[in-house]
């Protein structure tokens, strides 16, 4: 129980202790709840429950021209993601704040959604006002949340669609901007279609509206390809043809793009077997700058006409890589290797030097070969003058070529090398020079051949290739240009996982990463890795294109009178403004009350080092009177003082190795390798020379109890108990943190705790999956309750720091672990206790929901908790590999 009420708490243990708090309690409410709609229910909970602030206001101002975020309010990084690229839209920005409802009622559109859209605006524009111009880091959405929930009460998925709360949301903005002549949110993101197309037998051409377009993934390489195969459904080529056909197909050409052009990706697909939806991982590329013309219908002929150019050349490059294949993959059997080298291994079994000279047929097959009856000794061969016990025959031969065989066998390091005259590869018994070479002349020629032809199908390949690359890079093809603005993207399963947002910065020409109430800058480089697909589960379900040639979707906003770009408040309507104002006044107040509290207290530490540190009047050499036991005492003198002061001085100055940390042992080396305040260190000292057993204050507890949490858990990791070992460790980790975010010697090595932390997570993760592997209940259970209570648990931990990539691959491989299951067969009811944990431990938000409480320390004296953590940092030394790396 960790006392919150008193003053003299140090700030940073009554914040661990508010997040633990706020933390054991969304333990309770998540981890208990082994359910799949868990994530869904979520939602309901309130901010504190799921979100902590930081108690320092300090913390949670905005930077300079930093761009602010939206605090996650229960699973709404869906909400960040795409109210951020919405609002980057400087064009959108605009018509948001500057909405106003109608005046008069009867103007209100007639819908079942009126009580809830205009609402909705309200709070939109408000939410829009603070993105613009507040003080804050980040801002809180709570309230345009809450009216969107209504929305997606029908919905059974765990986690919000996002396309379809697009769809939703531009539908309540059309409507709310229906009344004036001509809407702006049609205008801005809606376009139209043809649909040509033979249904029967029988053409039509139908005229259609879109806003986001579907695009499928499975299956396509970029987005060039899935849209050529959104664009035709069927077989078209009765369209062509001058006589109709029963065949039924469709082709789409745009007629009218919108300004911003969003396309859907589907990367979701129900699994029949499985009965549950499954995200496509397929990776799928996209460029930064998208021409649209060959989609168009004014370029509909030309298009065409390329279509049957690029299919042609598609038929003929599939022929060429046929034939290059078999040049490539040579052989009759299983085993295929190139055709050229194939003839020159040839060429070079013939040119190689005979094993014998002599016929086989005349080597007596009884006898050992030659080579075995050389002198080993020297690596010398028998010339033709051979001794008769190297002819084979006799038991003084047979014994002497057992033994040469036995140390040519069993000890071939301890011989000469080879001869060098003794051929080390397979020759044929039988050439002739003049077979020789013919066979070299026409296996050669061969050989030049095959290279040549496998040269230029090669080069026709790559000519190929280019030609198609190139087939939409003249001018008249390239005169839709639409640049990439923001790209949404999901990290995780079909059932949960992390929503964010790559949104390009036109002005300062970057990409930045909105990441919930984390605002960071980015690359291309970094976009690529996350969007493209096939990386820690992460790719893109939604892109947004803006037209190149309107750059007022993306331009400032200028003051009609002073021609001066605008900016912060003075983007905003006058209500906006004084609103926002407010909320900033309101955020000033509670700094300077943050400010006024830090220094009332800091006042009173130093009255009470004051009061603490009056040292002792200089005293005589004269014995003191005796106390009441008739015994005289030495008084305290300076002198003593000194010299123990300075032999902890050098103790500090000493390089150490961890089992023999000085800090534990002493108070004072704490302190100086801290810069303590000399007040505290002359009180300390003087405590100690009252009493050795000192009880220490704040400043030295939490590096106490850390180095009790990492003892404990270290001892219980070497007895291999690595369930009740994984909390001690966490907690060392994290009290650790803690303390060197104010030192680098406030706590210990932090590589090394992450190190443990890292290896007792995955011996638990392999101990739970040996467990769920039994197929037995009890076991199956006991290993699915670790998995939640610890594992799932513990993992936002690793992710949320990115200390090390070793923690991310430690994640993909317990990750990896339980995913190999699905393709097995298991029971039923295993398979069912299987497909509603998953989504638990594929959730890659690194929100801090599920935490035990932190275990009970024991009370060590000074002298027990050093000789301990010495004995275990010993062992740990002495059974670390160069594997480990530590």
């Given at each position: 129980?960790?006392?919150?009420?008193?003053?003299?708490?140090?700030?940073?243990?009554?914040?661990?202790?508010?997040?633990?708090?706020?933390?054991?309690?969304?333990?309770?409410?998540?981890v208990?709840?082994?359910?799949?709609?868990?994530?869904?229910?979520?939602?309901?909970?309130t901010?504190?429950?799921?979100?902590?602030?930081?108690?320092?206001?300090?913390?949670?101002?905005?930077?300079?021209?930093?761009?602010?975020?939206?605090?996650?309010?229960?699973?709404?990084?869906w909400?960040?993601?795409?109210?951020?690229s919405?609002?980057?839209?400087?064009?959108?920005?605009?018509l948001?704040?500057h909405?106003s409802?109608?005046?008069?009622?009867?103007?209100?559109?007639?819908?079942?959604?009126?009580?809830?859209?205009?609402?909705?605006?309200?709070?939109?524009?408000?939410?829009?006002?603070?993105l613009?111009g507040?003080?804050?880091?980040?801002?809180?959405?709570?309230?345009?949340?809450?009216?969107?929930?209504?929305?997606?009460?029908?919905?059974?998925?765990?986690?919000q669609?996002?396309?379809?709360?697009?769809?939703?949301?531009?539908?309540?903005?059309?409507?709310?901007?229906?009344?004036?002549p001509?809407?702006p949110?049609?205008d801005?993101?809606?376009?139209?279609?043809?649909?040509?197309?033979?249904?029967?037998?029988?053409?039509?051409e139908n005229?259609?509206?879109?806003?986001?377009?579907?695009?499928?993934?499975?299956?396509?390489?970029?987005?060039?390809?899935?849209l050529?195969?959104?664009?035709?459904?069927g077989?078209?080529?009765?369209?062509?043809s001058?006589?109709?056909?029963?065949?039924?197909?469709?082709?789409?050409?745009?007629?009218?793009?919108?300004?911003?052009?969003?396309?859907?990706?589907?990367?979701?697909?129900?699994?029949?077997?499985?009965?549950?939806?499954?995200?496509?991982?397929?990776?799928l590329e996209?460029?930064?700058?998208?021409?649209?013309?060959?989609?168009?219908?004014?370029?509909?002929?030309?298009t065409?006409?390329k279509?049957?150019?690029?299919?042609?050349l598609?038929?003929?490059?599939?022929?060429?890589?046929q034939?290059l294949?078999?040049?490539?993959s040579y052989?009759?059997?299983?085993?295929?290797?190139?055709?050229?080298?194939v003839?020159?291994?040839?060429?070079e079994f013939?040119?190689?030097?005979p094993?014998?000279?002599?016929?086989?047929?005349?080597?007596?097959?009884?006898a050992?070969?030659?080579?075995l009856?050389?002198?080993?000794?020297t690596?010398?061969?028998?010339?033709?003058?051979?001794?008769?016990?190297?002819?084979?025959?006799?038991?003084?031969?047979?014994q002497?070529?057992?033994?040469?065989?036995?140390?040519?066998?069993?000890?071939?390091?301890?011989?000469?090398r080879?001869p060098p005259?003794?051929?080390?590869?397979p020759?044929?018994?039988?050439?002739?020079?003049?077979?020789?070479?013919?066979l070299?002349?026409?296996?050669?020629?061969?050989?030049?051949?095959?290279?040549?032809?496998?040269?230029?199908?090669?080069?026709?390949?790559?000519r190929?290739?280019?030609?198609?690359?190139?087939?939409?890079?003249?001018?008249?093809?390239?005169?839709?240009?639409?640049?990439?603005?923001?790209?949404?993207?999901?990290?995780?399963?079909?059932?949960?996982?992390h929503y964010?947002?790559?949104?390009?910065?036109?002005?300062?020409?970057?990409?930045?990463?909105?990441?919930?109430?984390?605002?960071t800058?980015?690359?291309?480089?970094?976009l690529v890795?996350?969007?493209?697909?096939?990386?820690?589960?992460?790719?893109?379900?939604c892109?947004m294109?803006?037209?190149d040639?309107?750059?007022f979707?993306?331009?400032?906003e200028?003051?009609?009178?002073?021609?001066?770009?605008?900016?912060?408040l003075?983007?905003l309507?006058?209500?906006?403004?004084?609103?926002?104002?407010?909320?900033n006044?309101?955020?000033?107040?509670?700094?300077?009350e943050?400010?006024?509290?830090?220094a009332?207290?800091?006042?009173?530490?130093k009255?009470?080092?004051?009061?603490?540190?009056?040292?002792?009047?200089?005293?005589?050499?004269?014995?003191?009177?005796?106390?009441?036991?008739?015994?005289?005492?030495?008084?305290?003198?300076?002198?003593?003082?000194k010299v123990?002061?300075?032999?902890?001085?050098?103790?500090?100055?000493?390089?150490?190795?961890?089992?023999?940390d000085?800090r534990?042992?002493?108070?004072?080396?704490?302190?100086?390798?801290?810069?303590?305040?000399k007040?505290?260190?002359e009180?300390?000292?003087?405590?100690?020379?009252?009493?050795?057993n000192?009880g220490?204050?704040?400043?030295?507890?939490?590096f106490?109890?850390t180095?009790?949490f990492?003892?404990?858990?270290?001892?219980?990791?070497?007895?291999?108990?690595?369930v009740?070992?994984l909390?001690?460790?966490?907690?060392?980790?994290?009290?650790?943190?803690?303390?060197?975010?104010?030192?680098?010697?406030?706590?210990?090595?932090?590589?090394?705790?992450?190190?443990?932390?890292?290896?007792?997570?995955l011996?638990?993760?392999?101990?739970?999956?040996a467990?769920?592997?039994?197929?037995e209940?009890?076991?199956?259970?006991?290993?699915?309750?670790?998995?939640?209570?610890?594992?799932?648990?513990?993992?936002?931990?690793?992710l949320?720091?990115e200390?090390?990539?070793?923690?991310?691959?430690?994640v993909?491989?317990?990750?990896?672990?339980?995913?190999?299951?699905?393709?097995?067969?298991?029971?039923?009811?295993?398979?069912?206790k299987?497909?509603?944990?998953l989504?638990?431990?594929l959730?890659c938000?690194?929100?801090?929901?599920?935490?035990?409480?932190?275990p009970?320390?024991?009370?060590?004296?000074?002298?027990?908790?050093?000789?301990?953590?010495?004995?275990?940092?010993?062992?740990?030394?002495?059974?670390?590999?160069?594997?480990?790396?530590?």
């Amino acid at each position: 129980v960790i006392d919150l009420t008193g003053d003299d708490k140090d700030d940073l243990q009554r914040a661990i202790a508010l997040s633990l708090e706020e933390s054991n309690r969304a333990f309770r409410e998540t981890v208990l709840e082994a359910s799949i709609a868990e994530n869904k229910a979520s939602l309901k909970r309130t901010h504190t429950e799921v979100w902590s602030d930081s108690p320092n206001p300090h913390d949670r101002k905005r930077q300079e021209n930093c761009p602010v975020g939206l605090k996650n309010v229960g699973n709404t990084c869906w909400f960040s993601a795409v109210i951020q690229s919405l609002f980057n839209l400087l064009e959108f920005q605009r018509l948001v704040l500057h909405y106003s409802p109608p005046a008069r009622m009867q103007d209100l559109p007639r819908n079942q959604k009126e009580h809830r859209n205009l609402p909705f605006m309200q709070e939109l524009r408000c939410l829009f006002s603070l993105l613009v111009g507040s003080k804050r880091k980040y801002v809180d959405p709570s309230r345009a949340v809450e009216i969107l929930k209504d929305a997606f009460k029908s919905s059974e998925s765990q986690q919000q669609d996002v396309s379809e709360f697009t769809h939703k949301l531009l539908d309540w903005l059309e409507d709310a901007f229906q009344i004036k002549p001509k809407n702006p949110m049609v205008d801005l993101f809606y376009g139209r279609f043809l649909a040509v197309g033979v249904l029967e037998g029988k053409k039509f051409e139908n005229t259609e509206m879109f806003g986001q377009y579907p695009l499928q993934v499975n299956g396509f390489k970029d987005l060039h390809e899935c849209l050529e195969a959104a664009m035709i459904e069927g077989e078209i080529e009765s369209l062509h043809s001058a006589e109709n056909s029963a065949k039924s197909g469709q082709e789409h050409w745009f007629t009218e793009l919108p300004p911003v052009l969003t396309f859907e990706l589907s990367r979701f697909e129900f699994n029949q077997t499985l009965g549950r939806p499954e995200k496509i991982h397929n990776k799928l590329e996209f460029p930064s700058m998208l021409y649209m013309d060959r989609y168009m219908d004014r370029n509909r002929d030309i298009t065409r006409i390329k279509r049957e150019e690029i299919r042609r050349l598609k038929e003929h490059l599939t022929v060429l890589q046929q034939r290059l294949e078999r040049y490539l993959s040579y052989g009759s059997g299983p085993k295929r290797f190139p055709l050229a080298d194939v003839l020159q291994y040839a060429m070079e079994f013939a040119s190689s030097k005979p094993v014998c000279t002599s016929p086989v047929e005349d080597i007596d097959t009884t006898a050992p070969p030659v080579f075995l009856c050389m002198d080993y000794s020297t690596g010398e061969q028998p010339d033709a003058s051979v001794p008769p016990e190297c002819s084979g025959s006799g038991p003084q031969a047979q014994q002497q070529q057992q033994q040469q065989q036995r140390v040519s066998i069993h000890k071939p390091f301890t011989q000469s090398r080879v001869p060098p005259d003794l051929p080390m590869h397979p020759a044929p018994r039988h050439i002739t020079e003049e077979e020789l070479r013919v066979l070299e002349g026409c296996l050669h020629r061969w050989r030049s051949e095959v290279e040549n032809d496998t040269r230029d199908l090669q080069a026709s390949i790559s000519r190929i290739h280019r030609t198609i690359e190139l087939m939409y890079s003249d001018k008249s093809m390239m005169q839709a240009p639409y640049r990439l603005h923001a790209v949404l993207v999901h990290e995780g399963q079909a059932n949960a996982g992390h929503y964010w947002a790559y949104i390009f910065d036109p002005h300062q020409q970057r990409w930045m990463k909105y990441n919930d109430i984390s605002v960071t800058k980015s690359s291309w480089e970094e976009l690529v890795r996350d969007s493209f697909g096939g990386y820690r589960n992460a790719s893109a379900y939604c892109l947004m294109y803006i037209d190149d040639k309107k750059p007022f979707l993306i331009e400032e906003e200028f003051d009609k009178e002073t021609g001066q770009m605008l900016s912060g408040l003075d983007k905003l309507p006058p209500d906006l403004k004084e609103y926002v104002e407010a909320d900033n006044k309101l955020f000033e107040r509670e700094m300077e009350e943050w400010d006024a509290l830090q220094a009332r207290k800091l006042q009173q530490e130093k009255l009470a080092l004051a009061a603490a540190s009056v040292a002792p009047q200089p005293m005589s050499t004269e014995p003191c009177p005796p106390d009441n036991t008739g015994e005289p005492f030495t008084c305290l003198n300076l002198w003593a003082m000194k010299v123990e002061y300075t032999r902890l001085l050098r103790f500090a100055q000493e390089d150490t190795p961890p089992e023999r940390d000085y800090r534990l042992l002493h108070i004072i080396v704490y302190f100086i390798h801290n810069q303590a305040p000399k007040k505290i260190v002359e009180r300390t000292l003087l405590m100690q020379f009252a009493d050795r057993n000192l009880g220490f204050d704040e400043r030295y507890e939490k590096f106490r109890d850390t180095t009790v949490f990492l003892l404990i858990g270290l001892e219980l990791f070497l007895k291999k108990s690595y369930v009740e070992s994984l909390m001690y460790l966490i907690y060392a980790y994290q009290y650790n943190k803690e303390l060197l975010a104010k030192g680098p010697y406030r706590g210990h090595d932090e590589e090394l705790i992450a190190h443990y932390r890292r290896e007792c997570l995955l011996k638990v993760n392999e101990h739970a999956a040996a467990l769920f592997e039994t197929g037995e209940e009890t076991k199956v259970n006991a290993g699915l309750s670790i998995m939640n209570e610890l594992v799932v648990a513990c993992i936002p931990l690793l992710l949320v720091d990115e200390m090390e990539e070793k923690d991310m691959v430690a994640v993909e491989d317990m990750r990896n672990r339980w995913c190999s299951y699905l393709g097995q067969e298991m029971e039923p009811n295993l398979q069912e206790k299987l497909t509603d944990f998953l989504p638990k431990l594929l959730d890659c938000s690194t929100e801090i929901k599920s935490f035990h409480d932190p275990p009970k320390l024991p009370s060590y004296s000074t002298l027990e908790l050093c000789e301990r953590y010495g004995r275990v940092m010993t062992s740990l030394t002495l059974s670390r590999t160069p594997a480990d790396g530590r």
